[in-house]
């Protein structure tokens, strides 16, 4: 079981992750943190962090219509926020505009507020680290000006090498370790139709079971949804009720059969020969309902999955 | 089919409506009963108001209410002379001799020209009992529901929420066809529509415990009849819990259930000479 990582409230951290779901784990928690205390979030991401921290959001704390509706909750789009950062402008002072702006909108007794941001890390991907490390600053004002705690996250893969993680890090006032999460495997799917970070709640097996549904209506000629949503609910209940860790649901289609996945962080115990496949047990209805499934041993972690011929897909 | 909403006026519940409304304290049941007593009123129907001490005074929203009180349409109830001084919480209550009180004033307010009756009571003591008296509470829910469904009744149940566990409030909900707005939502609903019992919503792991206390309280004068065709997800959790209660005396057919829940009970081998699919 990973070792729930959780954002003590601090005035400007920053998170490097290596996989997604370290991110949307980490962030969705300390966004959750703050709507469950009946404080505000306020979120710059990219398009499918902002989709992906929604989830995480409305599964662990809150509706996040109606805490928008609140003024608690706050989506910035990276992309919109770069569309308005003109040639000369300077991209911390486009920032600090907007989010004096955001900050100004949620009601003055509303506490804690906790801030995500990767612009930072947008603005290093693109080569403009000197961007990058003033808007850091900016942050850094930013917590002295008001009572919030801001959260920034770098990618691994936008840092090259040690030299400018610990860069990326000495603008920040604390580092938050990542949490536990295993890579995807090597020959992992690359026509995912539809895919989510889901946190180890029940609700979760109902986003999961919303994945298949939308990617088949998407896919327009599978025909099998029951089918794959059982199995998908059912791998899902699994990662829920027993790895207790965040995990990823998978959907995508490939050589006639909807592809169904779940990645856990639970290692399978040393020893592992296989799980009980019992008939009327879930793993057993799994079997049956599939064409294939396997449980594939991951570094961290676990993937399970199974595909579902049923119809024409 | 029978209507199944959420409300936030209380003016606009009809016969047939079996609603659960949620509040806190007093304040909330009397305006509650104001404004369904009122709209009841308007619809001509046969009115009552049960609750511990009933206060007329509080009432006076309600148009005409000296005429009302008057004439006998309406008539405030102490709760105890509804259910008994216990208001069941030592076990002793019968719904059958409840069902046939409802059903005699109901035929009394027929044939003296309303056109229904509507209830307005606050039941927040009769689901306050312990387990075996919430058991009977909610088997008494599901046979009025049956008998709302079938007739010129409209039935509003009032609940304030600090006095119950989520998890009471959570199965309330559940069987009740109709709910205030401030209710949240139920993982599933189990209500009578027609012939059979309804069911809309998730059945899975993590609603089982709670579909199984239902099923423990559901009457079993008669074959469970439960129509699967407005719900949302049914797994394997569902149909053992069925084919759990299924018995010579009550026998459950499962009806207009998905392709996948029929293969998926030919799987477990579920249907038996008392559980059939249908």
């Known amino acids: 079981m990973a070792t729930p990582t959780r954002v003590e409230d601090s005035p400007h951290r920053v998170l490097v992750y290596r996989v997604e779901a370290q991110l949307v784990e980490v962030v969705g928690d300390f966004l959750s943190d703050a709507l469950a205390e009946g404080g505000a979030a306020v979120i710059i991401a990219t398009a499918a962090h902002l989709r992906a921290l929604d989830e995480w959001v409305h599964i662990c704390a809150a509706d996040v219509e109606t805490t928008a509706a609140e003024l608690r909750y706050h989506r910035l789009a990276i992309d919109d926020i770069a569309a308005s950062i ?15 702006e955001t900050l100004r909108q949620i009601p003055r007794e509303v506490a804690p507020v906790h801030i995500f941001c990767e612009l930072g890390a947008a603005l290093w991907e693109r080569g403009e680290v000197t961007a990058a490390l003033d808007l850091e600053s900016m942050s850094n004002s930013l917590r002295v000006m008001q ?22 890090c000495r ?20 026509s995912t139709v539809s895919a989510a970070v889901l946190p180890p709640a029940p609700a979760a097996c109902r986003t999961a079971r919303q994945l298949v549904r939308a990617a088949f209506a998407r896919d327009g000629r599978a025909t099998a949804t ?28 490939c050589n006639g059969a909807a592809h169904l996945a779940v990645t856990d962080a ?9 799980f009980p496949v019992a008939r009327d047990h879930g793993l057993g209805l799994v079997a049956a309902l599939a064409n294939d499934w396997a449980v594939q041993p991951l570094k961290g972690g676990k993937i399970v999955w199974a595909d579902v011929t049923r119809g024409e897909i | ?10 003016t606009v519940l009809q016969p047939h409506d079996h609603v659960m409304w949620q509040g806190e304290g007093d304040g909330d049941l009397y305006a509650l009963a104001g404004g369904a007593l009122a709209a009841g009123a308007r619809r001509g129907e046969k009115l009552m108001f049960v609750a511990q001490d009933p206060d007329p005074a509080r009432l006076s929203e ?19 002379a509804v259910y008994g001084e216990s208001g069941g919480e030592s076990g002793d209550f019968d719904e059958q001799r409840q069902l046939a009180t409802f059903e005699g004033v109901l035929a009394d307010a027929l044939r003296d020209g309303y056109t229904g009756i509507r209830v307005v009571a606050d039941n927040t003591r009769l689901a306050s009992g312990d387990e075996e008296g919430f058991r009977r509470w909610l088997r008494w829910e599901q046979v009025t529901d049956r008998f709302q469904c079938a007739s010129g009744v409209t039935g509003i149940c009032y609940f304030d929420r600090a006095a119950l566990s989520e998890e009471r409030m959570a199965d309330l909900a559940s069987v009740h066809p109709v709910r205030s707005a401030n209710s949240a939502e139920p993982v599933f609903s189990f209500v009578v529509d027609g012939d059979a019992v309804s069911v809309t919503g998730t059945l ?10 239902i099923l423990d309280a559901t009457p079993d004068d008669r074959p469970l009849v439960v129509d699967l065709s407005q719900t949302e997800f049914v797994d394997h959790h569902a149909l053992f819990a069925l084919k759990g209660v299924a018995s010579e005396s009550r026998p459950v057919r499962i009806r207009r259930a998905r392709p996948i829940i029929q293969e998926l009970a030919s799987l477990l081998e579920i249907p038996s000479p008392h559980l059939s699919i249908e």
Request: charged share 25%; proline share 7%; net charge negative.
């Open chain 2, 1 to 10: 089919m029978r209507r199944k909403l959420q409300v936030d006026d209380a």
């Open chain 1, 171 to 190: 603008e920040h006032t604390a580092v938050v370790e990542a949490p536990s999460f295993p890579d995807a495997p090597a020959e992992a799917n690359a």
């Open chain 1, 147 to 168: 009572p919030v705690s801001v959260l920034c996250a770098y990618p691994e893969s936008a840092l090259a090498g040690m030299a400018e993680m610990e860069r990326a």
């Open chain 1, 226 to 253: 029951d089918a794959a949503e059982l199995v998908l609910a059912e791998l899902a209940a699994n990662a829920v009720l027993h790895a207790c860790s965040t995990f990823t649901a998978e959907v995508s289609f």
């Open chain 1, 86 to 100: 003109g040639r000369d402008c300077d991209p911390a002072g486009v920032l600090q505009d907007k989010l004096q």
């Open chain 1, 266 to 274: 639970a290692p399978l115990p040393s020893g592992w020969t296989g």
């Open chain 2, 62 to 80: 309600i148009p005409a209410l000296d005429r009302l009180l008057g004439s006998g349409q309406l008539e405030l109830v102490d709760i105890d």
């Open chain 2, 204 to 213: 899975d792991m993590w609603s089982a415990d709670q579909l199984q206390r």
